[in-house]
């Protein structure tokens, strides 16, 4: 799908003579059997640099390959594999386990895994398309700052710039997120660099902050609030999505991990410039709070809202309208979900949903079998709230210490349990976001196919050994019991010999998280009634009450919610729920420096060979996971680039 004509070697060590000659030269990612976002109506041809900014149209192509880089959604993606949140088994395919590697404290220095540094092992090489960025920018513009470009109007080249430059700073975020310090690439080196310069150092984390916050702000300027054409232009960068990703930068380095930690007070180059303030600076999160508020007064101003669903052509019981507009927020087709602020179109398909949908969900078509292996972990289970909207152990009404024992499922539940089925009492009395994110034994799955036409008497899952959806073969199959129903629409539809899907683009940003990371930012800076306001938001959503309701009322310490910890502890397990499977869990972990105590617990879920209840609801243990800290909270460095480029140095602990 990526081309190069050869090796570059950029940031890693000196630049030979021949990548040199290659640095203005070299040809650029096709777009040919990629599906891209808004490059789907880009004509797919590989831009060069002879004829890249003739014109509108070839300098169009050239903005598609940096939009090219942005990462694909599936099972190669560090978002669904690197943590504690979803688990599956042992895949052949060795490419396959390269994310989940990182999952099980199997990462190493000479052939990391998921390297966006260099590109390699279910990765992106994130500083060419930094690079990438540089040529368009560099190229808008001739040596006296007028249009190169004299068939594009000047509203729209403002507009493209915007675009890159944004690109440009959600590149470096990215690598940011994984390595810390890395090097700032303004600007591409020129074919006279000598040795000296080509060996490029890493830059101290506060001005990588620095540095991209301003890209952001710099791309704001030039970008439209919203996309008003949904068609032709879904997946561009637009203004909320800048001052959202500007948002997630600073709650990012506001966060433990980068904010005056103490185990990289020793972290300098090789010139013994510290890389990381040993300080923490509570000023962090006053500029985070600055950021929030002003990105979700723009995603106000440009109509998003949290999705709520309306499309059944049936009436549906409120229960399942509740949880539809839950999984929604992440599946919802493109042209209806309101509340992804930037998404992009061709990154799953059908793929991601075939890889969370129980095989079988149709009855009536018992051999069509899906792969079925994205596997939620039964923390993940425990982590959802009980009805009354407080954790399940914190609940005086329900009965934690009993939570694996068995209990049938009466008239009254069947919106949520199969009615007669006999299932775990840990599936009972749970908040919607529970239903509408976990499939499970004897749990209803209701989609518009369903037999009844109506959510009454409609799919349900079946998981035990002989059941529908029980484990079939030695791969392809749910390893834990626990199904991830969010990423699958509702209009998943199986038929006699296959399945169709419901396309949706994938939401990399969605206002949940924004309001999610401003309540954060507004309780660290002494705002804790705003910052529960905008939980509250999301919890009325789910169908609960707000957050002083819920733990006055039920929670056995009710005062939880009026200290700046207990608060805290609140708004991370609101993320921990409210974003399930989406790929924010593993750095979330990570900038809280939670990631030692979560990720060496063992990996457990039910015992899904057994035929019985009795002896499937038992908790077995599928892996027991290790994460050494400090070293890895941050991705390796490649061991090679630390030999060509001696001035570079490792991340600690590696």
């Known amino acids: 799908m990526r081309r190069l004509t050869d090796q570059f070697?950029?940031?890693?060590?000196?630049?030979?003579?021949?990548?040199?000659?290659?640095?203005?030269?070299?040809?650029?990612?096709?777009?040919?059997?990629?599906?891209?976002?808004?490059?789907?109506?880009?004509?797919?041809?590989?831009?060069?640099?002879?004829?890249?900014?003739?014109?509108?149209?070839?300098?169009?192509?050239?903005?598609?390959?940096?939009?090219?880089?942005?990462?694909?959604?599936?099972?190669?993606?560090?978002?669904?594999?690197?943590?504690?949140?979803?688990?599956?088994?042992?895949?052949?395919?060795?490419?396959?386990?390269?994310?989940?590697?990182?999952?099980?404290?199997?990462?190493?220095?000479?052939?990391?895994?998921?390297?966006?540094?260099?590109?390699?092992?279910?990765?992106?090489?994130?500083?060419?398309?930094?690079?990438?960025?540089?040529?368009?920018?560099?190229?808008?513009?001739?040596?006296?700052?007028?249009?190169?470009?004299?068939?594009l109007n000047p509203e729209e080249q403002q507009r493209w710039i915007g675009e890159v430059k944004f690109l440009k700073a959600f590149y470096h975020f990215y690598l940011m997120r994984m390595y810390g310090p890395i090097p700032i690439v303004d600007k591409n080196l020129p074919i006279a660099a000598t040795p000296a310069e080509v060996k490029v150092k890493r830059v101290p984390f506060d001005s990588c902050v620095n540095y991209v916050a301003g890209l952001l702000d710099e791309a704001a300027v030039d970008l439209p609030l919203n996309i008003k054409n949904r068609t032709t232009e879904y997946g561009r960068a637009t203004k909320s999505a800048a001052l959202f990703l500007k948002t997630k930068l600073l709650v990012m380095a506001a966060s433990p991990l980068f904010n005056g930690n103490p185990d990289y007070a020793g972290f300098k180059d090789k010139d013994g410039?510290?890389?990381?303030?040993?300080?923490?600076?509570?000023?962090?999160?006053?500029?985070?709070?600055?950021?929030?508020?002003?990105?979700?007064?723009?995603?106000?101003?440009?109509?998003?809202?949290?999705?709520?669903?309306?499309?059944?052509?049936?009436?549906?019981?409120?229960?399942?309208?509740?949880q539809l507009s839950i999984r929604g927020s992440v599946s919802a087709e493109t042209d209806k979900n309101t509340e992804a602020i930037w998404a992009l179109t061709g990154r799953n398909g059908g793929s991601l949903q075939n890889y969370a949908m129980p095989h079988n969900i149709d009855p009536r078509y018992k051999d069509t079998y899906l792969a079925s292996f994205l596997s939620p972990t039964l923390k993940m289970a425990e982590m959802f709230y009980t009805d009354h909207g407080v954790p399940i152990d914190e609940d005086k009404t329900w009965n934690f210490s009993q939570r694996y024992t068995l209990r049938t499922a009466v008239h009254e539940e069947r919106f949520n349990i199969q009615e007669g089925y006999t299932t775990a009492y840990l599936n009972f009395n749970r908040e919607n976001r529970f239903y509408a994110n976990l499939g499970f034994d004897g749990g209803i799955w209701y989609l518009q196919s369903s037999p009844s036409g109506t959510d009454e008497n409609t799919f349900f899952v079946q998981a035990k050994k002989g059941q529908?959806?029980?484990?079939?073969?030695?791969?392809?199959?749910?390893?834990?019991?626990?199904?991830?129903?969010?990423?699958?629409?509702?209009?998943?539809?199986?038929?006699?010999?296959?399945?169709?899907?419901?396309?949706?683009?994938?939401?990399?940003?969605?206002?949940?998280?924004?309001?999610?990371?401003?309540?954060?930012?507004?309780?660290?800076?002494?705002?804790?009634?705003?910052?529960?306001?905008?939980?509250?938001?999301?919890?009325?959503?789910?169908?609960?009450?707000?957050?002083?309701?819920?733990?006055?009322?039920?929670?056995?310490?009710?005062?939880?919610?009026?200290?700046?910890?207990?608060?805290?502890?609140?708004?991370?397990?609101?993320?921990?729920?409210?974003?399930?499977?989406?790929?924010?869990?593993?750095?979330?972990?990570?900038?809280?420096?939670?990631?030692?105590?979560?990720?060496?617990?063992?990996?457990?879920?039910?015992?899904?060979?057994?035929?019985?209840?009795?002896?499937?609801?038992?908790?077995?243990?599928?892996?027991?996971?290790?994460?050494?800290?400090?070293?890895?909270?941050?991705?390796?460095?490649?061991?090679?680039?630390?030999?060509?480029?001696?001035?570079?140095?490792?991340?600690?602990?590696?």
């Open 468 to 654: 529908l959806q029980g484990q079939e073969g030695v791969e392809l199959y749910n390893v834990t019991g626990y199904w991830a129903k969010n990423l699958t629409n509702w209009r998943f539809t199986q038929t006699q010999t296959s399945f169709q899907t419901q396309y949706y683009a994938w939401p990399v940003f969605k206002l949940d998280d924004l309001l999610l990371l401003y309540a954060e930012a507004l309780n660290e800076t002494g705002n804790a009634d705003d910052a529960i306001d905008h939980l509250d938001r999301i919890r009325a959503r789910a169908g609960l009450e707000g957050v002083r309701a819920s733990w006055t009322k039920y929670a056995t310490n009710p005062d939880k919610f009026t200290t700046k910890e207990g608060l805290r502890k609140i708004i991370q397990r609101e993320r921990a729920i409210e974003l399930c499977f989406q790929g924010e869990r593993i750095w979330d972990l990570r900038r809280w420096k939670q990631a030692v105590e979560m990720q060496n617990q063992p990996v457990r879920g039910w015992d899904i060979s057994q035929k019985t209840a009795a002896l499937y609801y038992r908790p077995v243990v599928i892996h027991n996971q290790k994460f050494i800290a400090p070293r890895d909270y941050l991705w390796p460095v490649k061991e090679y680039n630390l030999t060509v480029n001696t001035n570079l140095v490792q991340n600690p602990g590696w």
């Open 9 to 151: 070697i950029s940031l890693t060590g000196i630049i030979t003579v021949k990548t040199l000659v290659l640095f203005l030269t070299i040809l650029l990612y096709s777009a040919t059997g990629c599906k891209k976002s808004f490059l789907d109506v880009v004509p797919d041809n590989v831009a060069t640099l002879e004829n890249a900014f003739e014109n509108r149209k070839e300098a169009e192509k050239y903005l598609a390959t940096c939009y090219s880089y942005l990462p694909e959604v599936g099972p190669l993606n560090i978002l669904f594999f690197g943590s504690d949140d979803i688990w599956s088994y042992s895949f052949n395919n060795a490419s396959y386990n390269w994310p989940w590697k990182i999952a099980m404290g199997e990462q190493n220095i000479v052939g990391p895994y998921v390297n966006f540094w260099d590109g390699e092992n279910s990765a992106i090489p994130y500083f060419k398309a930094i690079r990438d960025c540089n040529i368009f920018l560099e190229h808008m513009v001739d040596e006296t700052g007028r249009r190169r470009i004299v068939d």
């Open 273 to 322: 410039v510290a890389l990381f303030n040993p300080v923490n600076d509570a000023a962090k999160w006053q500029r985070a709070a600055a950021a929030g508020k002003e990105a979700v007064a723009a995603c106000n101003a440009a109509g998003f809202q949290l999705y709520q669903f309306t499309g059944a052509l049936t009436k549906l019981s409120d229960t399942t309208t509740i």
